[in-house]
């Protein structure tokens, strides 16, 4: 009976050590964080291009598994669309550049000092 009585007491002390390792003893590291969101609480602004803060600033609510794919492919969807449309202006403006140096350097260069012929 003794040997019992001491098997059910140990027993418990490994269950109450093996308890209080999972749920952290007691023992704090500070505040606890703040809970994660259900939905993206950061959207990227609809008004104006996104930029490198607003990049920043996302933060995609946690999930059992992960994150929430459709918020992560709805952002990633957003920031690839202005990324084409940017780099599409950058081309067109460099388009323009070239084009405008090409006509300057093209351009008959004749200087006129106020020499012209009167007759």
Known sequence: ????LFLV???AVVVAAVTLAVVGGGESDGPLPDVAP???QDPLPLDRPVDREDVESVRFPLTARGYHMGEVDDV?????AELAERD????DLE???AGAQAATHAAPQHPDHGHGEQR
Do not use: C, D, K, N
Not at 1 to 4: I, S
Not at 76 to 80: F, P, Q, T
């Open 1 to 4: 009976m003794v040997m019992f």
């Open 9 to 11: 007491i140990a027993l």
């Open 38 to 40: 259900e939905r993206l």
């Open 76 to 80: 990633l969807s957003r920031l690839g």
């Open 88 to 91: 599409a202006r950058i081309a």
């Open 95 to 97: 388009s323009a550049l």
